[in-house]
């Protein structure tokens, strides 16, 4: 059983740093991985995607890496702002349609 | 801009009062899941769509339907909603089911149980 845990749950670091969000994942025969932003009672927004193939994706601030066989991957947020705090969730998706989401790293950027 | 609409926002029903909850979607995709997210947990698929085959999680409770009439439009409803139940309830889309599928999420619909 696919299992998907996010370290540390919560981060608080002033703005201007750079830091790195980790995800774990038990299963390593994945399809693709993405990463989601959630703020205080919304949705979820996709932020990257990588497929199983491809060590990295990178958008902006954010560079995603994926190490299949040791089951990881890490989201860096450059540089950050008040702005990225929010909730980021890492989620699997395996041979089915089901994303297996981590519980999500709670990220606070003070000014 | 294509999107994933959830309506409404924030729904309050009664202990026992049925509930339906809305989706749709402006972009064509093949496939549209509903995932169940209770407080500072991570969202759970309850089910999904492929076009018209729907796939029930063997763990979703009876108590939980969905109806998708057309490509666009997909629905929520809980037929006899417990306290247990009140969570937000997430709709998504993907183009189809193939290896480089990315899901797009709507803004949620925060149900609270009476």
């Known amino acids: 059983k696919q299992e998907v845990t996010q370290i540390p749950a919560a981060l608080s670091v002033p703005e201007g740093e750079n830091l790195v969000l980790n995800c774990s994942f038990t299963d390593s025969a994945i399809y693709n991985l993405q990463w989601f932003r959630q703020d205080p009672g919304k949705g979820l927004t996709s932020l990257l995607l990588?497929?199983?193939?491809?060590r990295e994706q990178t958008s902006g601030r954010l560079n995603a890496s994926l190490d299949k066989s040791s089951g990881r991957s890490t989201l860096y947020i450059a540089a950050s702002q008040p702005g990225d705090s929010a909730t980021y969730l890492c989620?699997?998706?395996?041979?089915?349609?089901?994303?297996?989401f981590g519980t999500g790293t709670r990220l606070q950027v003070f000014p | 801009d294509a999107m994933v609409i959830q309506n409404p926002r924030y729904q309050v029903t009664q202990f026992g009062k049925p509930v339906t909850l809305s989706c749709s979607q402006t972009?064509?995709?093949?496939?549209m899941y509903w995932y169940q997210q209770k407080s500072s947990q991570a969202p759970k698929l309850l089910f999904h769509?492929?076009?018209?085959?729907?796939?029930n999680e063997a763990d979703t409770p009876d108590n939980f339907q969905s109806r998708r009439p057309n490509t666009s439009f997909c629905f929520l409803d809980i037929r006899s909603p417990g306290l247990g139940d009140a969570a937000m309830y997430l709709c998504?889309?993907?183009?189809?089911?193939?290896?480089?599928?990315?899901?797009?999420f709507g803004p949620g619909t925060r149900l609270t149980v009476l």
């Open positions: 972009l064509n995709h093949n496939v």
């Open positions: 998504a889309t993907s183009r189809d089911s193939g290896r480089a599928s990315e899901q797009f």
């Open positions: 990588i497929q199983s193939s491809q």
């Open positions: 769509y492929y076009d018209k085959d729907f796939n």
């Open positions: 989620a699997v998706r395996r041979d089915t349609d089901k994303l297996i």
